[in-house]
């Protein structure tokens, strides 16, 4: 016997525990876009709670148990059918909302959301793409927003729409550089894996993969509920 086939065989039930854990109970993913700049950076690992909504038969989508319900400005993942791939997005209307977007203006029935200036330095890619930095709030979901100046969406207004029983509209937090419900629909929530409040480690992709230990455990929104900014509509 191999030593590989006898590691295998010694650790068998070690390996089953971790498939069973990481499927069901809590798992960590690496973002490889920047689609929810600047709050979750390319090359972040990011904890995921697996068991956040609901309790599911490991290695599937069925829900054993509803374990609390989503909530806006939750960070999840995503296991769409309309991407084909995980999707990391922001929840931003719930079930039975009327979302619009208005020039990258957030409006939630009817009404807008608030946006404070932040300091925030220049980030990864603002060199080929100037950005703005907002301070977006809309009740208690705060965080910070990234605003293309030189490459503007063309769906930077989108809307109104009517959010489905049992379904979510989600974006980025790059708004002008995001696939998300604006391009694929609403979610419907058995394809929401889980939620990510914490970053597991970082690696810096432009630079030989050189850890980013500042961003090591931390908080996703830290910077967001930090902001001493003033609020404007």
Do not use: C, W
Request: net charge neutral; charged share 20%.
């Amino acid at each position: 016997m191999s030593t590989f086939r006898k590691l295998l065989t010694e650790n068998k039930g070690t390996i089953a525990l971790m498939i069973v854990f990481r499927s069901a109970i809590a798992d960590y993913n690496v973002v490889p876009s920047g689609s929810m700049l600047p709050t979750v950076m390319i090359g972040d690992r990011i904890l995921v709670d697996k068991m956040a909504y609901d309790l599911r038969l490991p290695l599937t989508h069925i829900s054993l148990l509803r374990m609390g319900e989503p909530q806006r400005g939750d960070i999840v993942t995503v296991d769409s059918r309309q991407a084909g791939e995980l999707l990391v997005k922001r929840i931003v209307g719930l079930p039975g909302d009327v979302v619009e977007l208005r020039d990258n203006t957030l409006y939630i029935n009817g009404q807008p959301a608030s946006y404070g200036q932040t300091a925030l330095p220049a980030q990864s890619g603002d060199g080929v793409d100037q950005a703005a930095y907002r301070d977006e709030q809309f009740g208690p979901m705060n965080h910070l927003v990234r605003l293309s100046q030189s490459h503007p969406s063309l769906h930077s207004s989108f809307g109104p729409v009517v959010v489905p029983a049992d379904h979510y509209m989600m974006l980025g937090d790059n708004r002008d550089n995001s696939m998300d419900s604006r391009y694929f629909g609403f979610f419907a929530r058995n394809e929401l894996m889980g939620r990510t409040t914490r970053i597991a480690f970082s690696l810096d992709t432009d630079n030989a993969y050189r850890p980013r230990f500042e961003r090591f455990g931390r908080l996703l929104d830290k910077s967001a509920q930090a902001s001493p900014a003033a609020k404007q509509q």
